[in-house]
């Protein structure tokens, strides 16, 4: 079993519908939890942080985390063709640790 | 603007070559990464570094070895290409309160 599910896709919406992107986890000891955004052709980006519990949001984008059921959701509100990219789901535990486990990526493609 | 330049966008090379891809990152961060990323495999992580001169191996090493002579740069070697290595290859620093990672825009290698 993966330590990080994501599902793949691809994920097809029209302009404006609401999107809703989701991993799980296996090891409760993660405590920091992120999403990037990568665009074709390009790096990823850090697009929303989280530290451990609850919901944060910026702008249209609402990350949430939820540590028992071991959840993590990104939700974009009023999607643009520009939002069309990959998104990772990424995690780590505390401590000095470097090491960033991912997701292997939804594949989002807004429709316009 | 933190930068991470990877020197080659896309790379050609045939089986038994040796392969260097470069990283050079313009924010001072101790910590430098790379990853291949492949569909449904998405992000693994080959090396590390912590510093100039240490290096450690992530999930995936075999095949693989890494320089870090200078803070800046991190270097990634392919003593001898084989097929199984074409991929993206992402090279990232760590940095900033949140220890997110920066990405350069990937290296497409392909081996023939």
């Known amino acids: 079993q993966k330590e990080v599910e994501q599902d793949p896709g691809p994920l097809s919406v029209p302009e404006g519908a609401i999107v809703s992107l989701n991993c799980t986890y296996s090891?409760?000891?993660?405590?920091?939890f992120m999403w990037y955004r990568q665009y074709s052709r390009k790096g990823p980006e850090l697009l929303m942080y989280t530290y451990s519990s609850g919901n944060k949001e910026d702008g249209r984008f609402t990350a949430q985390v939820d540590k028992s059921s071991k959840y993590i959701s990104l939700f974009i509100r009023d999607s643009q063709p520009s939002d069309s990219a990959t998104y990772l789901c990424a995690m780590r535990y505390g401590g000095a640790t470097n090491k960033l486990i991912f997701g292997t990526g939804t594949l989002l493609a807004v429709q316009p | 603007d933190v930068k991470v330049t990877q020197s080659s966008r896309y790379l050609v090379k045939r089986t038994g070559e040796k392969v260097f891809l470069e990283c050079v990152q313009d924010?001072?961060?101790?910590?430098m990464f790379w990853y291949r990323q492949d569909p449904g495999l998405g992000l693994r992580l080959i090396y590390f570094?912590?510093?100039?001169?240490?290096?450690e191996k992530g999930d995936i090493p075999e095949g693989y070895s890494v320089s870090r002579e200078k803070k800046e740069r991190f270097s990634l070697i392919l003593e001898s290409a084989s097929t199984n290595q074409t991929s993206m290859y992402l090279c990232a620093s760590r940095g900033g309160f949140t220890g997110e990672l920066f990405f350069g825009e990937g290296s497409r290698l392909t081996v023939l």
């Open positions: 570094s912590y510093d100039v001169k240490m290096k």
């Open positions: 924010m001072d961060h101790e910590n």
């Open positions: 090891n409760s000891a993660f405590q920091y």
